[in-house]
């Protein structure tokens, strides 16, 4: 079975900005995530929330307009129900904010006063598990980590589940939060990022982009001057999230491919939507 | 599409390779013992399964000819590999995967550059796969998955989709965890340790226990297999409950969808399953909602239960690969091995547990249960191979 995977929307939130189908500004000035004043609030869109890690909050936040933004468009096909969403998520960064906010609750409270609430979200799948519980998801979860194509391998294995026909859509993308308060946790991502692509299995007319090639590979040699280096998880988002951008002003066919210094590779082809701009 | 479970390999708290384990579950012996890599002291177990010391590990292997690993996860990986590739050919020519399950990976690495007061450059959670891969030649997709205490079960379901895309002949799929006091004392705070050795399905259970190691199995298109299969991993299912960020959805329906899911891709009905290899960590929520499980899925049908975190403790990121490659060795025996440490089940949790000694079943099909934080469920389907099917 190979069904057409269309991108239907995405959402990035960057030091530069926040941007919806389309990639904000980047050369901020700091790697933290850039102030959000119209963010959702969290008491609205995730009532039952508890005390959410910074991470998850900002996921659900990003996720939230993503999701409503496409289920309040009219014109083009119904969106998929959300019990239906799958949600593969790429990270390289992982939980570290939360990993140093347990330890350094443990260095000043002793070890055996961690704190629980902190500890619940020292797993990279607790901030997207914070998606399900707030949107009442009911699909597979899963992060993917391949280097810095940790969030572009999940684009594609999100992309071969939808194509094998194991599910109608899936919220994928990239993780990469190495904050807590002023200090960097990680040294992995220069930059934070959230990068969220809704793929969806749609008819081949879709009235958006479509991935028509994706693949991911490793290759511990050095691969061609040709392919591009991508040093950082952030940059290969950025170069993924433009390529679609540029895909949906029409034109032709983007195809772009790229490593890693671990040693992944990556390549992927976004069509445009043949109806041009949705 | 189905896979050929070809080889396994295995490194437990009892000890270095899969005989070790086997013997062990069969015979309801635990490896859960007082914990000495690290201190406990002041909260609320001092019990763990540990597995062999990092010299152990390294020596082991070193057949694989890569350098020694700097963290623990990966030693423990790359011994069980080492078993699991034993006599395999390792030609680049075959195209082939790597795809590990962990909650943690490296963490110790990320510790040690917080503790000298940097900041860790280092991959902490792809550091194992990546040294697997280079120990096996892999040039396929090289993938770390995390699904909390079901990671290595979605490890082997990627596994089965990665080869059902074609993208690759031969998958080489682990599970690993060490142990961590990062992670002991979490668990502690959560208030989720048993003072005990673990206890799953009895009435007097206290909690879970944790443990460390890991599993590789390697997974193969069906015809293509190079070598004898042991078992094979005919259907994956997963899930999300939506419920909560640690205690599992009481009625069981998040994983029931996982199993019906595994079941459906592995075209059988659930009239069909011999055996339910539970995920059964001794913790009064998960060991109630897997009685509800089994209760929807079996409608009061004696499907024997099983599981071995009482043997072994619970290996979080590790445990669904563990889980499988007992499953799979028990399958081609033909035994069912009892539940360590279970005395009477537990009558608000009722469960037909295998209880005391091993005993011979001739069922041919398990249901492999995982679930973890975050509310995610996974089941695997496993099929005793037989030559002609």
């Known amino acids: 079975m190979t069904v057409p995977v269309a991108i239907s929307a995405f959402a990035l939130w960057t030091p530069g900005g926040v941007g919806f189908d389309e990639v904000p500004l980047q050369g901020a000035p700091g790697p933290g995530l850039a102030a959000w004043p119209d963010a959702p609030s969290l008491a609205k869109v995730h009532p039952r929330a508890r005390r959410p890690h910074a991470q998850a909050t900002a996921l659900v936040q990003l996720a939230h307009a993503l999701l409503s933004a496409r289920e309040a468009k009219t014109g083009v096909p119904p969106a998929p129900p959300r019990q239906e969403l799958d949600v593969l998520l790429g990270t390289q960064t992982g939980s570290s904010a939360a990993d140093l906010d347990f330890l350094d609750g443990l260095k000043t409270r002793g070890a055996g006063f961690g704190s629980p609430s902190t500890f619940v979200y020292t797993l990279a799948t607790a901030a997207p598990a914070e998606l399900a519980l707030a949107f009442r998801l009911r699909g597979a979860l899963t992060t ?66 479509t991935l028509q090639q994706w693949e991911v590979g490793f290759s511990p040699a050095p691969v061609s001057e040709a392919s591009r280096l991508f040093h950082t998880p952030e940059s290969a988002l950025l170069a993924l999230a433009s390529s679609i951008a540029r895909a949906r002003t029409g034109g032709a066919p983007q195809q772009l491919d790229g490593s890693s210094p671990e040693g992944h590779t990556a390549s992927w082809t976004v069509a445009p939507s043949p109806g041009g701009v949705p | 599409m189905p896979a050929d479970i070809t080889s396994v390999g295995a490194v437990t708290g009892h000890g270095l390779g899969c005989e070790p384990l086997l013997s062990a579950v069969l015979a309801g012996r635990s490896a859960i013992r007082p914990l000495t890599r690290f201190s406990a002291e002041g909260l609320c177990s001092t019990l763990a399964s540990e597995a062999p010391s990092d010299e152990v590990l390294v020596a082991a292997a070193s057949r694989l000819g890569q350098p020694p690993a700097r963290d623990r996860a990966t030693r423990l990986l790359l011994a069980a590999a080492a078993e699991a590739l034993d006599g395999r050919d390792l030609r680049p020519s075959v195209r082939r995967a790597v795809v590990v399950g962990t909650t943690k990976g490296a963490l110790e690495l990320a510790v040690q550059g917080w503790e000298a ?34 990671s290595s ?75 004898s299969p042991v078992a094979v991993l005919g259907g994956f299912g997963a899930s999300t409950d939506g419920f909560d960020q640690t205690a599992p959805d009481p009625t069981g329906s998040g994983l029931a969808t996982a199993c019906h899911r595994a079941l459906q891709q592995a075209k059988v009905g659930v009239e069909a399953v011999e055996r339910y290899h539970a995920h059964g960590t001794g913790t009064l929520l998960n060991d109630r909602m897997e009685a509800a499980v089994h209760a929807s899925l079996f409608g009061g049908r004696d499907v024997p239960v099983y599981g071995i975190k009482g043997s072994v403790g619970h290996t979080l990121g590790a445990a669904g690969a563990l889980d499988a490659t007992v499953c799979a060795l028990t399958l081609r025996r033909g035994v069912l091995p009892p ?3 279970l005395q009477r089940v537990d009558p608000s949790s009722p469960v037909p547990a295998v209880q005391g000694v091993a005993r011979p079943s001739p069922g041919a099909l398990a249901l492999v249960a995982n679930a973890g934080f975050g509310g995610i469920n996974t089941a695997l389907v496993l099929r005793r191979w037989e030559a002609g099917r």
């Open chain 2, 153 to 227: 079960a979605v490890a082997l379901g990627e596994a089965l989709a990665l080869l059902e895309d074609g993208v690759c002949d031969e998958v080489v799929v682990g599970g690993t965890e060490a142990l961590h006091p990062f992670v002991y004392r979490g668990f502690h705070a959560l208030k989720a340790l048993s003072p005990s050795p673990a206890a799953p399905f009895d009435a007097g259970r206290s909690g879970l226990s944790l443990g460390e190691g890991a599993a590789v199995l390697v997974l193969e298109a069906p015809g293509c297999a190079r070598r």
């Open chain 2, 339 to 341: 539940i360590a440490n």
């Open chain 1, 144 to 209: 993917v980590t391949a280097g810095s194509l940790s969030g572009v391998a999940a684009v594609a294995r999100g992309a071969a589940r939808i194509a094998a026909g194991h599910c109608r859509a899936c919220l994928c993308g990239g993780v990469e939060l190495g904050s807590l308060g002023g200090r960097r946790t990680s040294g992995i991502s220069g930059h934070d990022i959230l990068a969220l692509f809704l793929l969806e299995a749609a008819a081949a007319d879709a009235p958006w982009p």
């Open chain 2, 117 to 150: 007061g940097g900041v860790p450059t280092e991959d902490v959670l792809g550091a194992p796969a990546r040294a697997l891969a280079l120990a096996c030649g892999a040039r396929g997709p090289v993938l770390t998955v995390g699904a909390a205490c079901a």
